[in-house]
């Protein structure tokens, strides 16, 4: 499955458009005066019309599926309805402008050849003006190129979620179990997006997330990074591996990692238990959270490869299941 915005083609901003109109203005001839100035018109209302074909193009946000619908409302910072509503806007301002040209084109076929320049300068001002007062056409041009740069999630595929708090090692695991290549480095927040990779296993391919790190506090103190994560956790059905930080380095305390475990159960998925960095291991860290925990769990170093191919044997079982 492509990401729902890669095709869509997005025109130039209003005022670059308006600017660029302008430069050609001087290029175009007609048989007369009065021709002339009519295609001028003509040629920027059939501009214009890219600018509605761009709006048709966009895919209708309540029709998405839930992963790419939330989002869209984590990048846009707007809802669904906010978001269809500056469509609307959008449309009805590019409608007006194209209504604007037309009586003007008009007016010139029906008026004396020596008021033609002055009525093409009319119409070419007002229709600009009406544009340059929107602000919705922009913004979504703005939305849809962030949109665009999304990765491409098929949620039909068989899918494995790795999360957990920043910096526990969670794209150094993907690295290692699957064919996605993330940035990795010591320190937190390195992910700031979603990364997908693949494990092809039984004529089956799978799909690998790497998750950004999502900080034990209250959703409405999370940040956009954070927020990505969580969509990903909720509204992708797959197997979440959730990463542990038991090493000597960890910024999170047991009661932090645990706590934020505990919210992820709340999304009643199938979740494998990972604590990772066990060679490097905090034995008070490490018995704090072992203690702690209600069910089976591996002990992996990601960085070192231990334990990584019980995990994908785990994750095998899981599937089969």
């Given at each position: 499955m492509?990401?729902?915005?890669e095709?869509?083609k997005?025109?130039?901003?209003?005022?670059?458009?308006?600017?660029?109109?302008l430069?050609r203005?001087?290029?175009?001839?007609?048989e007369?005066?009065k021709?002339?100035?009519i295609r001028?018109?003509?040629?920027?209302?059939d501009?214009?019309?890219?600018?509605?074909?761009?709006?048709r193009s966009?895919?209708k946000i309540d029709?998405?599926?839930?992963?790419?619908?939330e989002?869209?409302?984590i990048?846009?910072k707007?809802?669904?309805k906010?978001?269809?509503?500056?469509?609307?806007?959008?449309?009805?301002?590019?409608?007006?402008?194209?209504?604007?040209?037309?009586?003007?084109i008009?007016?010139?076929?029906r008026?004396d050849q020596?008021?033609?320049?002055r009525l093409?300068?009319?119409?070419?001002?007002?229709?600009?003006?009406?544009?340059?007062k929107?602000?919705?056409?922009?913004w979504?041009?703005?939305?849809?190129?962030?949109?665009?740069?999304?990765k491409?999630?098929?949620?039909?595929?068989p899918?494995?979620?790795?999360a957990?708090?920043?910096n526990?090692?969670?794209?150094t695991?993907?690295?290692?179990?699957?064919?996605?290549?993330?940035e990795?480095?010591?320190?937190?927040?390195t992910t700031?997006?979603i990364?997908?990779?693949?494990i092809d296993?039984?004529?089956?391919k799978?799909?690998?997330?790497?998750?950004?790190?999502?900080l034990d506090?209250?959703n409405?103190?999370?940040?956009?990074?954070e927020?990505k994560?969580?969509n990903a956790?909720?509204?992708?059905?797959?197997?979440?591996?959730?990463?542990f930080?038991v090493?000597?380095?960890s910024?999170y305390?047991?009661?932090e990692q645990?706590?934020?475990y505990?919210e992820i159960?709340?999304?009643?998925?199938?979740i494998?238990?990972?604590?990772?960095?066990?060679d490097?291991?905090?034995n008070s860290l490490?018995?704090?959270?072992?203690?702690?925990?209600?069910?089976?769990f591996?002990?992996i170093?990601?960085?070192?490869?231990s334990?990584i191919?019980?995990?994908?044997?785990k994750?095998?079982?899981i599937?089969?299941?």
């Amino acid at each position: 499955m492509l990401n729902p915005f890669e095709k869509v083609k997005c025109p130039p901003k209003i005022n670059d458009m308006i600017k660029i109109q302008l430069d050609r203005l001087p290029k175009i001839a007609g048989e007369n005066i009065k021709d002339r100035e009519i295609r001028r018109l003509i040629s920027y209302r059939d501009n214009l019309k890219k600018y509605l074909e761009f709006i048709r193009s966009l895919p209708k946000i309540d029709k998405l599926h839930p992963f790419y619908r939330e989002s869209v409302e984590i990048i846009a910072k707007k809802s669904s309805k906010e978001i269809d509503f500056c469509v609307l806007i959008a449309m009805r301002t590019i409608n007006l402008s194209i209504k604007i040209l037309n009586e003007y084109i008009s007016n010139i076929k029906r008026s004396d050849q020596s008021l033609s320049n002055r009525l093409m300068r009319q119409g070419f001002g007002r229709a600009s003006s009406v544009l340059r007062k929107d602000r919705c056409i922009d913004w979504l041009i703005d939305l849809i190129k962030e949109l665009k740069k999304l990765k491409a999630i098929n949620p039909d595929l068989p899918t494995v979620i790795v999360a957990g708090p920043p910096n526990v090692g969670k794209s150094t695991l993907v690295s290692k179990i699957s064919s996605a290549k993330p940035e990795i480095a010591s320190y937190p927040f390195t992910t700031k997006e979603i990364h997908v990779g693949h494990i092809d296993w039984n004529y089956t391919k799978i799909q690998v997330i790497d998750t950004p790190g999502i900080l034990d506090r209250p959703n409405e103190k999370r940040n956009e990074i954070e927020k990505k994560a969580l969509n990903a956790i909720k509204n992708l059905n797959g197997i979440i591996v959730f990463l542990f930080d038991v090493s000597k380095y960890s910024i999170y305390s047991a009661k932090e990692q645990l706590d934020l475990y505990n919210e992820i159960l709340q999304f009643n998925k199938k979740i494998i238990v990972a604590i990772n960095k066990i060679d490097d291991a905090d034995n008070s860290l490490l018995e704090n959270i072992v203690k702690s925990l209600d069910v089976p769990f591996l002990r992996i170093s990601a960085e070192q490869g231990s334990g990584i191919e019980d995990l994908k044997n785990k994750i095998f079982q899981i599937l089969q299941e």
